[in-house]
């Protein structure tokens, strides 16, 4: 095939996988140091797979942008927020213009070049918090290249509408090897595990069944997700478990005492007790309660500890390295988790609910590891089994 484009290529997993992608195609491919904290660690897989396939790599340097422009992405590395990557918080990476700025500059090289596509891996989660990711963007972009070159130079973006997940199972196809990619925000010697990128990049690994080759940094507790789950997923309803097994609760008991449990405002007011004892309890809520004002019960007692955060990523910052987290719900709870989680422990209940209002989430990319079977008896309805997954 006609090599006749250039291709904007970051170092990450999406640029990476369209590099590979449409080798045949690519004459150039351009990287930009815009002073970043991160792009110290994605220019050398640029250059590495650029040296792999034979296609001429350049650097270009716009040192400009980190002394002018405003970006958490260009300030320290403790400026780079926490939590999933579509969260309001996440605004503060985004560097102005950037890909317009960089796209304008490769539309330029590409005329010099007598080249006559640019190509950008935008994706479709990117849309949420950049402008300039948006297919409204990129149709414009292209139009004004096409008009302000000789040649009609245009934009090639294939990946606009796709998740990070399908662009991962396409490097899958391709036998691409993601650990020799760099995501994370803070650009530090290992991925962090906890901000926007990092999480997306273990979402998308996940979903495209691919095992997550990144070695993330040891700072992160063991965290495991604990539920008692129907076939259906159903957990809940009224605000209250659907099963009371005698079991299931014993061995929540083992697993979690002497640890920390994390949980959500709703499930701590369902517990008939309060906290529960011999563990750290942490509840998450928004609405700025301290722990003695959700804390109905006068008489706490001892053994039991009640901490209070504003978020997910708050409580497990105040979580040690060597701490044992289990998340225990309740629905909205595990949503979040589910990508943080090393570890799901889960007590599969063998009915579907008439009734339920709350469900666990999609956890069939996980691997079974442990099973054990349980038949009803006088004091089980259903059967049963005791679960235990792992990425
Ligand atoms: N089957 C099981 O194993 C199991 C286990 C646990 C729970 N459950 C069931 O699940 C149901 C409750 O689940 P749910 O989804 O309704 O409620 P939930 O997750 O227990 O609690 C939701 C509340 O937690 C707070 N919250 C959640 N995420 C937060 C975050 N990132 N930052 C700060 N606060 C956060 C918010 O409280 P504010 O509104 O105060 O801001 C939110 O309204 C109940 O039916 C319960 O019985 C089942």
């Known amino acids: 095939m006609n090599k006749d484009s250039i291709i904007i290529l ?107 596509h640019v190509m950008m891996a935008n994706h479709g989660g990117d849309h949420t918090i950049y402008p300039d990711c948006r297919p409204e963007f990129v149709n414009a972009m292209s139009e004004a290249a096409c008009t302000g070159t000789f040649p009609g130079v245009t934009l090639l973006c294939p990946f606009t509408n796709m998740t990070k997940g399908q662009i991962a199972a396409r490097g899958r196809e391709l036998g691409i090897d993601y650990a020799e990619t760099w995501s994370c925000y803070r650009g530090g010697q290992r991925h962090c595990g906890r901000c926007g990128t990092c999480v997306e990049r273990r979402e998308a690994l996940r979903e495209a069944g691919i095992d997550d080759p990144t070695e993330y940094e040891n700072g992160k507790p063991q965290i495991t997700i604990i539920a008692a789950v129907a076939h259906n997923g159903a957990i809940g309803l009224n605000n209250k478990l659907i099963y009371w097994l005698p079991n299931d609760l014993k061995r929540f008991k083992a697993l979690t005492t002497g640890h920390t449990i994390i949980m959500g405002r709703n499930t701590f007011l369902s517990l008939p007790k309060g906290a529960l004892p011999n563990r750290r309890n942490i509840v998450l809520t928004r609405k700025g309660l301290s722990a003695s004002q959700l804390e109905v019960r006068e008489d706490i007692r001892e053994n039991t500890t009640l901490e209070v955060f504003a978020s997910l990523e708050e409580a497990l910052r105040h979580c040690g390295d060597d701490e044992q987290v289990f998340i225990i ?63």
């Open 10 to 116: 970051s170092g990450g997993m999406d640029s990476t996988t369209l590099l590979y992608d449409q080798q045949e195609r690519i004459a150039l491919a351009i990287s930009f140091d815009y002073g970043s904290n991160h792009n110290a660690r994605e220019l050398p897989f640029a250059r590495l797979h650029c040296q792999r396939l034979g296609i001429e790599h350049i650097v270009i340097p716009l040192d400009f942008m980190s002394r002018y422009f405003r970006s958490s992405l260009l300030e320290g590395d403790d400026a780079i927020p926490e939590g999933h990557y579509a969260d309001e918080n996440m605004k503060s990476t985004v560097v102005p213009f950037r890909n317009g700025i960089m796209l304008s500059i490769a539309i330029g090289m590409a005329e010099s070049r007598g080249l006559q």
């Open 329 to 391: 719900g309740g629905a909205s709870v595990y949503r979040q988790a589910i990508s943080l989680a090393d570890r799901l422990c889960l007590t599969e209940v063998d009915d579907t609910p008439q009734e339920a209002d709350t469900f666990f989430p999609d956890y069939s990319g996980w691997h079974e590891v442990w099973r054990e079977q349980h038949e009803p008896d006088e004091r089980h309805a259903q059967r049963y089994a005791f679960v235990d997954y792992e990425r």
